[in-house]
Protein backbone atom coordinates (compact mmCIF):
# COMPACT_ATOMS: atom_id res chain seq x y z
CA UNK A 1 0.00 0.00 0.00
CA UNK A 2 1.19 3.50 -1.07
CA UNK A 3 2.20 5.42 1.86
CA UNK A 4 -0.45 9.07 1.43
CA UNK A 5 1.00 10.98 4.38
CA UNK A 6 1.59 14.57 3.02
CA UNK A 7 4.26 14.60 5.18
CA UNK A 8 7.81 13.09 5.52
CA UNK A 9 9.15 10.87 7.89
CA UNK A 10 11.32 13.23 10.13
CA UNK A 11 14.94 12.74 10.28
CA UNK A 12 15.95 11.71 13.79
CA UNK A 13 18.79 14.07 15.11
CA UNK A 14 20.74 14.87 18.54
CA UNK A 15 19.58 17.66 20.78
CA UNK A 16 20.43 20.95 19.65
CA UNK A 17 21.70 21.83 23.54
CA UNK A 18 23.51 18.34 23.46
CA UNK A 19 25.23 18.24 19.84
CA UNK A 20 26.77 22.29 20.05
CA UNK A 21 29.08 20.97 22.93
CA UNK A 22 30.25 17.53 20.34
CA UNK A 23 31.69 16.82 17.19
CA UNK A 24 29.48 13.82 16.59
CA UNK A 25 26.90 13.51 13.54
CA UNK A 26 23.97 15.66 14.13
CA UNK A 27 21.31 13.96 11.65
CA UNK A 28 21.34 10.51 12.95
CA UNK A 29 19.45 8.90 10.06
CA UNK A 30 16.54 6.63 9.46
CA UNK A 31 15.32 3.02 11.23
CA UNK A 32 14.61 0.70 8.29
CA UNK A 33 11.36 1.14 9.84
CA UNK A 34 11.26 4.92 8.87
CA UNK A 35 13.21 4.29 5.55
CA UNK A 36 10.60 1.45 4.38
CA UNK A 37 7.30 4.15 5.64
CA UNK A 38 9.09 6.97 3.59
CA UNK A 39 9.90 4.54 0.32
CA UNK A 40 6.19 4.19 0.35
CA UNK A 41 5.72 8.11 -0.36
CA UNK A 42 6.92 7.31 -3.75
CA UNK A 43 4.32 7.29 -6.63
CA UNK A 44 7.05 5.73 -9.33
CA UNK A 45 5.62 7.98 -11.66
CA UNK A 46 6.64 7.37 -15.21
CA UNK A 47 8.90 9.65 -16.30
CA UNK A 48 11.07 10.07 -13.28
CA UNK A 49 10.82 14.24 -13.05
CA UNK A 50 13.62 13.12 -9.74
CA UNK A 51 16.03 12.04 -11.65
CA UNK A 52 15.84 14.99 -14.26
CA UNK A 53 16.88 17.29 -11.08
CA UNK A 54 20.11 14.80 -10.27
CA UNK A 55 23.21 15.86 -11.09
CA UNK A 56 24.61 12.20 -11.52
CA UNK A 57 21.29 11.15 -12.68
CA UNK A 58 20.30 8.62 -10.37
CA UNK A 59 16.97 6.31 -11.26
CA UNK A 60 15.21 7.53 -8.28
CA UNK A 61 12.36 5.02 -8.52
CA UNK A 62 14.10 2.52 -9.12
CA UNK A 63 15.92 2.67 -6.14
CA UNK A 64 12.90 4.00 -3.92
CA UNK A 65 10.69 1.11 -4.82
CA UNK A 66 13.43 -1.50 -3.72
CA UNK A 67 13.72 0.27 -0.70
CA UNK A 68 9.86 0.03 -0.18
CA UNK A 69 10.28 -3.62 -0.77
CA UNK A 70 13.17 -3.71 1.58
CA UNK A 71 15.39 -5.01 -0.85
CA UNK A 72 18.29 -2.33 0.78
CA UNK A 73 21.23 -4.29 -0.80
CA UNK A 74 19.34 -4.20 -4.63
CA UNK A 75 18.48 -0.30 -3.84
CA UNK A 76 21.89 0.36 -3.47
CA UNK A 77 23.71 -1.54 -6.54
CA UNK A 78 20.81 0.86 -8.32
CA UNK A 79 22.23 4.08 -6.45
CA UNK A 80 26.41 3.27 -7.50
CA UNK A 81 25.60 2.54 -10.98
CA UNK A 82 25.01 6.56 -11.12
CA UNK A 83 26.87 7.48 -7.83
CA UNK A 84 30.48 6.94 -6.54
CA UNK A 85 29.47 8.66 -3.11
CA UNK A 86 26.03 7.66 -2.08
CA UNK A 87 26.88 8.08 1.81
CA UNK A 88 28.39 11.66 0.87
CA UNK A 89 25.32 12.93 -1.34
CA UNK A 90 23.09 11.60 1.09
CA UNK A 91 24.70 13.81 3.55
CA UNK A 92 25.39 17.33 2.22
CA UNK A 93 23.17 17.31 -1.38
CA UNK A 94 20.75 20.51 -1.33
CA UNK A 95 17.97 17.93 -2.20
CA UNK A 96 15.60 20.49 -2.04
CA UNK A 97 16.84 22.40 -4.95
CA UNK A 98 17.83 19.02 -7.04
CA UNK A 99 15.65 15.70 -6.92
CA UNK A 100 13.21 16.93 -4.53
CA UNK A 101 12.30 20.13 -5.90
CA UNK A 102 10.94 18.17 -8.93
CA UNK A 103 9.08 15.72 -6.83
CA UNK A 104 5.16 15.39 -7.32
CA UNK A 105 4.38 14.37 -3.75
CA UNK A 106 5.92 17.93 -3.11
CA UNK A 107 2.83 19.89 -5.00
CA UNK A 108 0.19 19.20 -2.44
CA UNK A 109 2.70 18.18 0.45
CA UNK A 110 6.17 17.25 1.61
CA UNK A 111 8.40 15.35 -1.15
CA UNK A 112 10.02 12.42 -0.88
CA UNK A 113 12.62 12.71 1.68
CA UNK A 114 15.52 11.21 -1.21
CA UNK A 115 18.05 12.21 -0.20
CA UNK A 116 17.40 10.62 3.60
CA UNK A 117 16.62 7.44 1.71
CA UNK A 118 19.59 7.56 -0.05
CA UNK A 119 21.93 7.95 3.29
CA UNK A 120 19.87 5.01 4.33
CA UNK A 121 20.84 2.93 1.64
CA UNK A 122 24.33 3.70 1.90
CA UNK A 123 24.70 3.36 5.84
CA UNK A 124 22.66 0.04 5.54
CA UNK A 125 25.71 -0.95 2.63
CA UNK A 126 28.63 0.47 5.03
CA UNK A 127 27.63 -1.81 8.00
CA UNK A 128 27.32 -5.18 5.79
CA UNK A 129 30.65 -7.37 6.13
CA UNK A 130 32.67 -5.85 3.43
CA UNK A 131 32.85 -7.93 0.21
CA UNK A 132 35.21 -7.09 -2.54
CA UNK A 133 33.71 -5.86 -5.33
CA UNK A 134 34.22 -6.81 -9.43
CA UNK A 135 37.44 -5.65 -10.17
CA UNK A 136 37.05 -4.85 -13.94
CA UNK A 137 39.37 -6.36 -16.86
CA UNK A 138 42.43 -3.63 -17.44
CA UNK A 139 42.10 -2.04 -20.92
CA UNK A 140 45.91 -0.82 -21.39
CA UNK A 141 44.93 2.50 -21.00
CA UNK A 142 46.22 4.91 -18.10
CA UNK A 143 44.83 8.12 -16.48
CA UNK A 144 45.78 10.79 -14.46
CA UNK A 145 43.45 12.49 -12.08
CA UNK A 146 44.46 15.96 -9.96
CA UNK A 147 42.76 16.40 -6.63
CA UNK A 148 40.61 13.69 -4.71
CA UNK A 149 37.50 16.15 -4.00
CA UNK A 150 34.48 15.29 -5.39
CA UNK A 151 34.86 15.86 -8.83
CA UNK A 152 38.34 13.70 -9.11
CA UNK A 153 36.98 10.92 -7.19
CA UNK A 154 33.83 10.41 -9.62
CA UNK A 155 35.88 10.84 -12.88
CA UNK A 156 38.22 8.40 -11.30
CA UNK A 157 35.55 5.93 -10.57
CA UNK A 158 33.78 6.10 -13.57
CA UNK A 159 36.81 5.67 -15.45
CA UNK A 160 38.09 2.63 -13.01
CA UNK A 161 35.12 0.79 -13.44
CA UNK A 162 35.82 1.05 -17.07
CA UNK A 163 39.34 -0.58 -16.76
CA UNK A 164 41.34 2.14 -16.96
CA UNK A 165 44.51 2.67 -14.70
CA UNK A 166 44.16 5.62 -12.84
CA UNK A 167 45.99 7.23 -10.44
CA UNK A 168 45.01 10.33 -8.46
CA UNK A 169 47.36 13.13 -7.27
CA UNK A 170 46.24 14.82 -4.07
CA UNK A 171 48.29 17.79 -2.62
CA UNK A 172 47.04 17.14 1.20
CA UNK A 173 48.29 13.98 3.33
CA UNK A 174 45.17 12.93 3.47
CA UNK A 175 42.55 12.00 0.45
CA UNK A 176 38.69 13.30 -0.10
CA UNK A 177 39.73 16.97 -0.61
CA UNK A 178 36.83 19.30 0.93
CA UNK A 179 35.07 16.73 1.95
CA UNK A 180 38.06 15.92 4.18
CA UNK A 181 39.20 19.56 5.07
CA UNK A 182 35.75 21.84 4.72
CA UNK A 183 32.87 20.06 6.03
CA UNK A 184 32.78 19.14 9.61
CA UNK A 185 32.59 15.68 11.14
CA UNK A 186 29.00 16.61 12.43
CA UNK A 187 27.55 16.80 9.13
CA UNK A 188 30.13 14.56 7.02
CA UNK A 189 31.97 11.90 9.59
CA UNK A 190 35.36 11.61 7.84
CA UNK A 191 35.18 7.62 8.41
CA UNK A 192 32.98 8.05 5.85
CA UNK A 193 34.63 9.54 3.50
CA UNK A 194 37.49 7.16 4.04
CA UNK A 195 35.45 4.17 3.42
CA UNK A 196 33.95 5.82 0.20
CA UNK A 197 37.53 6.53 -0.93
CA UNK A 198 38.52 2.99 0.24
CA UNK A 199 35.86 1.27 -2.45
CA UNK A 200 37.44 3.11 -5.16
CA UNK A 201 40.99 1.80 -4.21
CA UNK A 202 38.96 -1.49 -3.99
CA UNK A 203 38.20 -1.00 -7.78
CA UNK A 204 42.35 -0.33 -8.73
CA UNK A 205 42.40 3.35 -8.11
CA UNK A 206 45.76 4.22 -6.91
CA UNK A 207 46.17 7.38 -4.55
CA UNK A 208 49.29 9.41 -4.43
CA UNK A 209 48.61 12.27 -1.55
CA UNK A 210 51.50 14.73 -0.44
CA UNK A 211 51.54 15.50 -4.64
CA UNK A 212 51.25 19.39 -5.44
CA UNK A 213 50.46 19.34 -9.31
CA UNK A 214 52.44 22.38 -9.96
CA UNK A 215 55.39 21.83 -7.48
CA UNK A 216 56.13 18.51 -7.38
CA UNK A 217 55.37 17.38 -10.76
CA UNK A 218 53.59 19.19 -13.97
CA UNK A 219 50.89 18.39 -15.83
CA UNK A 220 52.63 18.41 -18.79
CA UNK A 221 55.54 15.90 -17.28
CA UNK A 222 52.91 13.41 -16.14
CA UNK A 223 51.72 13.11 -20.06
CA UNK A 224 54.72 12.95 -21.36
CA UNK A 225 57.20 11.05 -18.91
CA UNK A 226 55.01 9.13 -16.31
CA UNK A 227 52.68 8.25 -20.23
CA UNK A 228 49.24 9.22 -18.73
CA UNK A 229 47.34 9.41 -21.72
CA UNK A 230 44.73 11.99 -20.61
CA UNK A 231 44.42 14.46 -17.38
CA UNK A 232 41.56 15.08 -15.48
CA UNK A 233 41.88 18.33 -13.43
CA UNK A 234 39.82 18.69 -10.09
CA UNK A 235 41.86 20.49 -7.85
CA UNK A 236 39.09 23.18 -6.64
CA UNK A 237 39.04 26.51 -4.94
CA UNK A 238 41.05 26.73 -2.30
CA UNK A 239 42.45 30.22 -2.41
CA UNK A 240 40.54 32.21 0.43
CA UNK A 241 38.89 35.50 -0.12
CA UNK A 242 39.23 38.67 1.89
CA UNK A 243 37.38 41.89 2.51
CA UNK A 244 40.43 43.84 2.26
CA UNK A 245 39.38 46.34 5.55
CA UNK A 246 42.00 47.58 8.03
CA UNK A 247 42.97 44.96 10.86
CA UNK A 248 42.28 41.85 8.57
CA UNK A 249 45.96 40.83 9.07
CA UNK A 250 45.37 40.92 13.06
CA UNK A 251 45.95 37.51 15.32
CA UNK A 252 42.86 36.17 15.41
CA UNK A 253 41.45 36.35 11.89
CA UNK A 254 40.87 33.10 10.00
CA UNK A 255 40.07 32.29 6.58
CA UNK A 256 37.37 30.10 6.84
CA UNK A 257 39.23 27.62 4.55
CA UNK A 258 42.19 27.71 7.52
CA UNK A 259 40.13 27.46 10.31
CA UNK A 260 38.03 24.39 8.97
CA UNK A 261 41.20 22.70 7.55
CA UNK A 262 42.58 23.03 11.29
CA UNK A 263 39.73 21.33 12.84
CA UNK A 264 39.01 18.55 10.28
CA UNK A 265 42.32 17.27 8.92
CA UNK A 266 43.77 18.27 11.80
CA UNK A 267 41.40 17.47 14.66
CA UNK A 268 42.34 20.58 16.46
CA UNK A 269 39.09 20.12 18.41
CA UNK A 270 40.82 17.58 20.03
CA UNK A 271 42.81 17.46 23.18
CA UNK A 272 45.67 16.28 22.04
CA UNK A 273 46.09 17.53 18.35
CA UNK A 274 48.95 19.03 17.61
CA UNK A 275 47.64 21.82 15.73
CA UNK A 276 46.41 25.12 17.64
CA UNK A 277 42.77 26.68 16.95
CA UNK A 278 41.67 29.71 18.64
CA UNK A 279 38.17 30.50 18.38
CA UNK A 280 38.08 32.90 21.58
CA UNK A 281 35.19 33.84 23.84
CA UNK A 282 33.47 35.56 21.23
CA UNK A 283 33.34 34.74 17.52
CA UNK A 284 32.05 36.43 14.93
CA UNK A 285 31.84 34.86 11.12
CA UNK A 286 31.52 37.17 8.38
CA UNK A 287 29.48 35.46 5.14
CA UNK A 288 25.93 33.56 4.49
CA UNK A 289 27.02 30.78 2.62
CA UNK A 290 27.19 27.12 3.63
CA UNK A 291 30.65 27.08 4.97
CA UNK A 292 30.05 30.66 7.15
CA UNK A 293 27.70 28.01 8.88
CA UNK A 294 30.06 25.25 8.92
CA UNK A 295 32.44 27.60 10.58
CA UNK A 296 29.72 29.37 12.88
CA UNK A 297 29.39 25.88 13.72
CA UNK A 298 32.42 24.92 14.40
CA UNK A 299 33.36 27.66 16.69
CA UNK A 300 29.56 27.29 18.54
CA UNK A 301 31.38 24.05 19.68
CA UNK A 302 34.61 25.13 20.66
CA UNK A 303 32.92 27.17 23.50
CA UNK A 304 32.83 30.49 21.68
CA UNK A 305 29.60 32.95 21.98
CA UNK A 306 29.27 33.28 17.77
CA UNK A 307 27.50 35.89 15.67
CA UNK A 308 27.25 35.37 12.02
CA UNK A 309 27.30 38.99 10.14
CA UNK A 310 25.77 39.40 7.00
CA UNK A 311 25.49 42.70 4.58
CA UNK A 312 21.61 41.16 3.43
CA UNK A 313 18.92 40.43 5.08
CA UNK A 314 17.74 36.33 5.86
CA UNK A 315 15.86 35.89 2.68
CA UNK A 316 19.28 36.33 0.50
CA UNK A 317 21.24 33.85 2.65
CA UNK A 318 22.94 31.45 0.31
CA UNK A 319 23.13 28.85 2.68
CA UNK A 320 20.85 26.06 2.80
CA UNK A 321 17.74 26.47 5.33
CA UNK A 322 18.33 23.45 6.58
CA UNK A 323 22.15 24.57 7.70
CA UNK A 324 20.26 28.20 8.98
CA UNK A 325 18.13 26.00 11.44
CA UNK A 326 20.49 24.21 12.58
CA UNK A 327 22.70 26.87 13.53
CA UNK A 328 19.84 28.94 15.06
CA UNK A 329 18.50 25.63 17.26
CA UNK A 330 22.41 25.63 18.74
CA UNK A 331 22.22 29.42 19.76
CA UNK A 332 24.37 30.58 16.83
CA UNK A 333 22.94 34.81 16.83
CA UNK A 334 22.51 36.41 13.20
CA UNK A 335 23.04 39.80 12.56
CA UNK A 336 21.70 40.86 9.47
CA UNK A 337 22.02 44.31 6.74
CA UNK A 338 25.63 44.45 9.00
CA UNK A 339 28.90 44.89 7.09
CA UNK A 340 32.23 44.82 8.75
CA UNK A 341 34.24 47.78 7.78
CA UNK A 342 37.36 47.26 10.19
CA UNK A 343 38.55 44.99 12.50
CA UNK A 344 39.91 46.85 15.63
CA UNK A 345 43.15 45.59 18.02
CA UNK A 346 43.69 45.10 21.56
CA UNK A 347 47.39 46.94 22.31
CA UNK A 348 48.94 43.65 21.74
CA UNK A 349 47.96 43.43 18.25
CA UNK A 350 45.09 40.60 18.57
CA UNK A 351 41.58 41.09 17.91
CA UNK A 352 39.44 43.42 20.26
CA UNK A 353 36.27 44.08 18.08
CA UNK A 354 34.45 44.28 14.77
CA UNK A 355 33.21 47.54 13.71
CA UNK A 356 30.10 47.34 11.24
CA UNK A 357 28.56 49.53 9.08
CA UNK A 358 24.26 49.21 9.14
CA UNK A 359 23.02 48.42 5.39
CA UNK A 360 19.45 48.54 3.85
CA UNK A 361 18.66 46.74 0.70
CA UNK A 362 17.68 48.80 -2.30
CA UNK A 363 15.24 48.71 -5.19
CA UNK A 364 16.23 45.65 -6.98
CA UNK A 365 18.57 45.83 -10.02
CA UNK A 366 18.59 44.67 -13.69
CA UNK A 367 19.16 41.32 -12.50
CA UNK A 368 16.08 40.85 -9.92
CA UNK A 369 18.56 40.79 -6.62
CA UNK A 370 18.65 43.71 -3.83
CA UNK A 371 21.70 45.42 -3.35
CA UNK A 372 22.79 45.95 0.10
CA UNK A 373 23.47 49.98 0.56
CA UNK A 374 25.26 51.47 3.67
CA UNK A 375 22.96 53.24 5.93
CA UNK A 376 24.60 57.52 6.55
CA UNK A 377 26.30 57.31 10.03
CA UNK A 378 24.84 54.16 11.18
CA UNK A 379 27.32 51.69 12.64
CA UNK A 380 27.70 49.30 16.01
CA UNK A 381 30.39 47.19 17.20
CA UNK A 382 30.60 43.71 18.01
CA UNK A 383 32.90 42.43 20.58
CA UNK A 384 35.16 39.30 19.67
CA UNK A 385 38.67 37.78 19.86
CA UNK A 386 37.84 35.51 16.59
CA UNK A 387 36.90 36.73 12.96
CA UNK A 388 36.21 34.24 9.98
CA UNK A 389 36.31 35.68 7.26
CA UNK A 390 33.89 33.22 4.75
CA UNK A 391 33.17 35.31 1.63
CA UNK A 392 34.27 32.87 -0.88
CA UNK A 393 37.09 31.03 -2.80
CA UNK A 394 38.77 31.22 -5.81
CA UNK A 395 40.57 28.25 -7.70
CA UNK A 396 44.77 28.20 -6.70
CA UNK A 397 46.24 29.70 -9.70
CA UNK A 398 49.09 27.02 -9.53
CA UNK A 399 48.29 24.68 -12.30
CA UNK A 400 47.44 27.71 -14.60
CA UNK A 401 51.24 29.34 -14.14
CA UNK A 402 52.85 26.21 -14.73
CA UNK A 403 50.67 24.43 -18.15
CA UNK A 404 51.41 25.80 -20.76
CA UNK A 405 48.44 26.19 -23.39
CA UNK A 406 46.10 25.73 -20.46
CA UNK A 407 42.96 28.88 -21.09
CA UNK A 408 41.12 30.26 -17.85
CA UNK A 409 39.13 33.18 -16.59
CA UNK A 410 40.34 36.53 -15.62
CA UNK A 411 39.08 35.07 -12.24
CA UNK A 412 41.37 32.15 -11.89
CA UNK A 413 39.02 28.90 -13.07
CA UNK A 414 40.07 26.76 -15.81
CA UNK A 415 38.08 27.25 -18.95
CA UNK A 416 36.57 23.68 -19.49
CA UNK A 417 33.56 22.79 -22.14
CA UNK A 418 30.08 21.17 -21.63
CA UNK A 419 32.43 17.75 -21.24
CA UNK A 420 35.50 18.91 -19.70
CA UNK A 421 37.61 19.89 -22.38
CA UNK A 422 40.20 22.15 -21.71
CA UNK A 423 42.53 24.19 -24.70
CA UNK A 424 45.33 21.12 -24.18
CA UNK A 425 44.55 18.13 -25.90
CA UNK A 426 43.91 14.74 -23.69
CA UNK A 427 43.15 17.46 -20.47
CA UNK A 428 40.30 17.39 -18.60
CA UNK A 429 38.85 19.69 -15.86
CA UNK A 430 35.75 19.82 -13.86
CA UNK A 431 33.76 20.68 -10.51
CA UNK A 432 35.09 24.60 -8.59
CA UNK A 433 38.22 24.72 -11.01
CA UNK A 434 36.05 25.46 -13.42
CA UNK A 435 33.06 26.90 -11.75
CA UNK A 436 34.82 28.58 -8.51
CA UNK A 437 33.24 27.55 -4.95
CA UNK A 438 29.86 25.41 -6.24
CA UNK A 439 28.35 22.24 -4.55
CA UNK A 440 29.93 18.16 -4.05
CA UNK A 441 26.99 16.87 -6.34
CA UNK A 442 27.21 19.43 -9.38
CA UNK A 443 31.22 18.55 -8.96
CA UNK A 444 30.61 15.23 -8.95
CA UNK A 445 28.47 15.24 -11.78
CA UNK A 446 31.08 17.31 -13.89
CA UNK A 447 33.35 14.70 -12.74
CA UNK A 448 31.75 11.69 -14.56
CA UNK A 449 30.93 13.85 -17.64
CA UNK A 450 35.14 13.97 -18.32
CA UNK A 451 35.06 10.59 -17.68
CA UNK A 452 32.66 10.06 -20.18
CA UNK A 453 34.68 12.44 -22.47
CA UNK A 454 37.83 10.96 -21.26
CA UNK A 455 36.96 7.60 -22.03
CA UNK A 456 35.98 8.24 -25.81
CA UNK A 457 39.16 10.58 -26.05
CA UNK A 458 41.46 7.76 -25.19
CA UNK A 459 39.50 4.80 -26.82
CA UNK A 460 39.82 6.63 -30.17
CA UNK A 461 43.27 8.30 -30.13
Not at 17 to 33: M, Q, W
Not at 78 to 100: D, N, W, Y
Not at 103 to 125: M, N, Q, S, T
Not at 354 to 372: I, T
Request: charged content about 25%; some cysteine; proline content about 5%.
Amino acid sequence: MPNMSAKRNEMPVQAPDVRNKNFSEVALGYTEEQAIDEAKRCLNCKNKPCSTGCPVQIDIPAFIAQVAEGNFAEAYKIITKSSSLPAVCGRVCPQETQCESKCVRGIKGEPVAIGRLERFVADWHNAQPETAPEVPAKNGHKAAVIGSGPSGLACAGDLAKKGYDVTIFEALHVAGGVLSYGIPEFRLPKSIVQKEIGGLKALGVKVETNTVVGKTISVDELMKEEGFESVFIGSGAGLPRFMNIPGENLNGVYSANEFLTRINLMKAYKEDSATPIKAGTKAVIVGGGNVAMDAARCAKRLGAEVYIVYRRTEAELPARAEEVEHAKEEGIIFKFLTNPVEIQATDDGWVKSVHCQQMELSEPDASGRAKPVPIDGAFIDIEADCVIMSIGTSPNPLIKSTTEGLDTQKWGGIIADEDGLTSKEGVYAGGDAVTGAATVILAMGAGKKAAAAMDEYMQNK
